[in-house]
């Protein structure tokens, strides 16, 4: 059975938006109107698929004006910033800068507040937004603090746990509207420019198509990054030992930031089904602790070597780097390292001079990263995987 | 190969004249198609014939030095080179016919290459045939042949500058400065031209008024310079070195006489004018690359067209230029000149957008930095095809281009901007009058020609009128300038010798004349005045106004005209040895 594509008539004309390539500019594509379209991007990048165009096609969009095509375009998200295209770029416009820029524009484009653009376009105002929403929420916590005890560490003695609940389900169902918004936005974009209809993804050869790209997008990708591996890190190996490799270090900070959201959910869980109170202290080998234990290790080790690798440049993939790269590297260092030094006070002796300061600091940091997720780089965990969704359907598609 | 590449005659058939000949292979260019052994071998017998050899290379420095020995060892009298078109190589050949102590004049050129082997590729036995033809009719043109002296005149040391605009300017300052006296005539009420209204210029950054300001001071600064402004060229007359022109100035003044050696002809360009409706003009926010220019130049700040700020601009390239049927040419300045103010434009606000729709792109040599400029801040280039030029509309009140580019898989394209700028070349002057005065022959694009654009870039064909700057062709400020002081050197080669010497090739009149006037009437320069000589009147033909042309005589019913170095019964000859009647009673007729 052939499936339903409407694609877009070649004779209706594209609008342009003259002003793109300036906002581009403003979320930090400083380069990329230097572009010719030589296509020598295009002829070093590992990603180029058979249509030939990526990421030449991509540049072209901004410098045009072509809005929607660069908003609908599932190719942004696919790619991995490994900096060849930059490299060898003979007029010096910095693809991979573009991409990354493009991206940020993204997110500001799927965003229904318009905060993502603000902060974005002011990177100092962005600071210190991230800033003053931590201080607000450690402000709000110490506010309804009780009495620290010093004998021993209590920290939901200091905080009551029900507020830190009821604050971090506040924000998360705040982050998923917003969230829901911006990837309806974006695939609504994508699916009209791909000719993808609800029909096509629910006839019955339609759904298996569906099934096998969501777990492309979301498994093979999004968690054990296939196509990175495959083609994007050929001469990675010869350049780094493995333990400073892109995707190995970024998949300790990415599983280990899900172990601990996991670690987080069953601590809940159990306390729910009544099992044991939060807040219990534990030995360190009781299972959910030793899982964020670990999962805390690895995301602070990822994090760290993330930032070092970022500041000494040692690698093409890391030669600029814009505000929005270190604040949200910054966040979620922060983030890690408060919680390690928190649950590190549990254990020495006079732990507690320092563990509520660090508590109150590590809980505020983390609602700061969750409040600020759909607005910042973070946002790329919901996004990447929708456009590789769409990308992996599109492969699927085009070989059925 | 040739087994044996010098054939001797025993004994020459004409005893009166002693010819060698060359049959060059040009490398194969000519060897790959005609036999030139054959060709060699079939003159070798030929009257008059004493030499006759193939050679590789008749150009190259070891045959033009075996030619000279050659003349010297047979005490050669005529040299016939059978090679290349004669406008590349009758100097070097007339030079190694002077280094041998042989007049210049009794050396002929035989063109086999573009006449002949190029154009016969297909055919070896008949491209073969027609060189020996052509050959024989060299041989019958060099058995005629008689020594010549070129034509000497004194010279005026004063020049004639026509055109006030930055070529005619730096001519005059050039000229002066070699010691010539200069009248500078400019038909405008102001000097500078289109130069001395432009705002900053590529690369030195310098205003063009500001430029312009600079010259004129420093034609004002030199006495040997006499500038007359609103004041034309309206007769002229004399031969070269000694031209008399006649200039008329502003209403109610009585025009002046002066003589001047040379004539520097810089009346520089037009600008194209659209059509009504060419692309949209005629609607308003679209203008001329000129009204532009002048727009971004004469202002400050965010730029604001008709009272709003301009956000958008497309330019359209190539407006009335290379259209088949109308300006063929490229004006080559144009795609520079929108770069530079694009830059301009991107430099004031560089949120605006710029789109620049060309056809190709021309910014040569430096230039290529400019366009690189306007890249980088911003300016898009998009190429659209010869047959599908982009719609320029109105919507409302926004103007629209529509247009498709290739690189964009492509994708047709509503570009919404504030205004559009077509990019217009330049055109000729509107200069009937002085052409036709001058007898300046005009190139297919209606610009003044020079005699070869590398070898002789500023002569024309009449002699002692130079042309300069952009009258000559679409030019750039440097390049008017270059040709300007081009003009200046080649004035200073022609008459600071205080003499020159001019080409003896010119048509005299014999006892036969009985004046009928024809030849005067149709002799394009004049050369031709009525006189009386011993109470007869006859034509004379002035050996300096004479081109050489040969128009005249045809046209004289009594034979009486004969063209030196082509006479009568020198082309005769060539005929018969075309024809291949190579008969004694022909050669001594």
């Not at chain 2, 190969?1 to 004409?14: F, H, K, Q, W």
């Not at chain 2, 004539?263 to 009204?291: K, M």
């Amino acid at each position: 059975m052939s499936l339903d594509v409407e694609t877009r008539p070649t004779t209706s004309a594209v609008r342009l938006e003259p002003g793109l390539a300036a906002d581009l500019r403003a979320f930090g594509a400083r380069d990329f109107t230097a572009c010719f379209s030589c296509g020598t991007c295009t002829a070093t990048c590992p990603l180029v698929d058979d249509d030939a165009t990526f990421p030449r096609r991509l540049l072209r969009y901004g410098l045009l004006g072509m809005r929607d095509d660069l908003l609908a375009s599932k190719e942004l998200w696919t790619c991995y910033h490994c900096g060849l295209c930059t490299e060898s770029c003979p007029q010096g416009a910095d693809p991979a800068g573009y991409m990354a820029a493009a991206r940020r524009y993204a997110i500001a484009g799927n965003d229904p507040t318009g905060l993502a653009g603000a902060l974005y376009r002011r990177p100092r105002r962005a600071i210190a937004a991230a800033a003053l929403v931590a201080v607000a929420f450690a402000a709000a916590m110490l506010g309804v603090s009780g009495t620290a005890p010093a004998s021993h560490e209590a920290l939901f003695a200091f905080v009551p746990e029900g507020m830190i609940h009821w604050t971090g389900v506040a924000v998360m169902a705040l982050v998923a509207v917003v969230a829901v918004f911006g990837v309806v936005a974006m695939v609504r974009g994508i699916a009209r420019h791909e000719g993808v209809t609800w029909r096509t993804l629910t006839g019955s050869a339609g759904r298996s198509l569906a099934w096998s790209a969501a777990w492309s997008a979301m498994v093979t990708e999004s968690l054990a990054f296939k196509r990175y591996r495959d083609d994007c890190a050929e001469d990675e190996a010869e350049r780094a030992p493995w333990w400073r490799r892109r995707w190995v270090v970024h998949g300790l900070t990415m599983w280990g930031f899900t172990g601990l959201l996991v670690a987080t959910m069953a601590d809940y869980g159990l306390s729910l089904v009544g099992l044991r109170a939060t807040g219990t202290p534990e030995p360190v080998w009781y299972p959910v602790r030793l899982l964020g234990t670990i999962a805390g290790l690895a995301f602070l080790y990822g994090v760290s070597v993330l930032a070092l690798n970022r500041l000494r440049r040692v690698e093409r993939s890391v030669q600029t780097s814009e505000v929005a790269d270190w604040l949200f590297l910054a966040l979620l260092w922060l983030v890690g390292l408060t919680g390690l030094l928190t649950e590190l006070s549990l254990y020495v002796p006079g732990g507690a001079s320092f563990g509520y300061g660090l508590f109150v600091a590590h809980v505020a940091l983390a609602l700061d990263l969750l409040v600020l997720l759909p607005f910042m780089k973070f946002a790329h965990v919901v996004y990447r995987p929708v456009a590789l969704f769409f990308h992996a359907l599109a492969r699927a598609r085009s070989a059925s | 190969m040739d087994t044996e590449e010098r054939v001797t005659p025993e004994e020459p058939t004409d005893a009166r004249r002693r010819i060698g000949v060359y049959i060059c292979h040009c490398g194969g260019n000519i060897s790959d198609f005609v036999d030139v052994a054959a060709v060699r071998d079939a003159v070798a017998g030929d009257p008059g014939v004493v030499h006759v050899e193939t050679t590789l290379f008749a150009c190259s420095d070891a045959t033009q030095h075996d030619m000279i020995e050659q003349i010297h060892q047979d005490g050669l009298d005529g040299l016939v080179v059978a090679s290349c078109s004669p406008k590349l190589h009758v100097p070097t050949f007339r030079a190694v016919a002077r280094r041998a102590g042989l007049n210049q004049f009794q050396y002929t050129q035989v063109n086999i290459r573009e006449q002949c082997s190029w154009v016969h590729s297909d055919d070896r036995a008949g491209a073969t045939d027609k060189a020996t033809g052509l050959v024989r009719a060299g041989i019958g043109h060099a058995s005629l042949s008689v020594p010549l002296d070129p034509v000497t005149v004194a010279t005026v040391p004063a020049a004639l500058v026509v055109g006030g605009g930055v070529a005619g300017l730096r001519a005059a300052v050039g000229l002066a400065e070699l010691g010539l006296g200069v009248t500078l005539v400019e038909r405008a009420d102001h000097l500078g031209g289109a130069v001395g209204e432009l705002g900053t210029m590529f690369p030195s950054g310098l205003a063009g008024r500001d430029l312009v300001a600079q010259l004129v001071d420093e034609v004002a600064a030199r006495p040997a310079i006499t500038v007359l402004l609103e004041t034309e060229l309206v007769a002229k007359s004399g031969t070269f070195g000694n031209y008399e022109v006649t200039l008329r100035g502003p209403a109610g003044s009585e025009p002046v006489t002066q003589t001047v050696g040379v004539l520097v002809i810089a009346t520089g360009f037009d600008s194209y004018e659209p059509a009504l409706g060419e692309f949209g003009y005629g609607i308003d926010g679209v203008l001329t690359l000129p009204e532009f220019t002048h727009l971004v130049d004469s202002s400050s700040g965010p730029l604001t067209h008709a009272g709003r700020p301009v956000r958008s601009i497309a330019y359209v390239y190539c407006v009335g230029s290379r259209q088949p049927g109308g300006n063929e040419y490229c004006s080559k300045y144009c795609c520079t000149a929108t770069a530079h103010v694009a830059v301009e434009v991107a430099k004031r606000d560089d949120r605006v957008a710029q789109y620049h729709l060309y056809r190709d792109v021309r910014t040569y040599g430096v230039y290529e930095l400019l366009y690189e400029e306007a890249r980088k801040r911003g300016s898009v280039y998009l190429k659209f095809a010869d047959d599908e030029p982009p719609a320029v509309t109105r919507e409302g009140d926004q103007l629209v281009v529509t247009t498709r580019d290739t690189l964009t898989a492509d994708a047709t394209l509503q570009i919404p901007v504030d205004l559009v700028v077509l990019v217009t070349g330049m055109v000729p002057t509107a200069n009937h009058d002085l052409t036709s005065l001058l007898k300046l022959p005009l190139g297919s694009d209606g610009f003044y020609n020079e005699i070869h654009p590398k070898l002789r870039p500023v002569e024309t064909v009449v002699d002692g009128v130079l042309i300069a700057g952009a009258s000559q062709g679409p030019k750039t400020v440097s390049e008017s300038v270059a040709s300007a002081l081009a003009a200046v050197a080649q004035s200073g080669a022609m008459l600071l010798k205080g003499q020159a010497e001019l080409n003896p090739l010119v048509a005299v009149v014999d006892d036969a004349c009985a004046w009928c006037g024809a030849c005067a009437s149709v002799c394009p320069y004049d050369a031709i005045e009525q006189v009386e000589i011993d109470g007869r009147a006859v034509a004379r033909i002035s050996p300096t106004a004479c081109k050489g042309c040969g128009g005249c005589a045809p046209y004289c019913p009594n034979e009486a005209i004969n063209l030196l170095g082509v006479t009568t019964d020198q082309v005769q000859h060539m005929i018969a040895g075309m024809a291949g009647d190579v008969h004694e009673e022909v050669l001594v007729s």
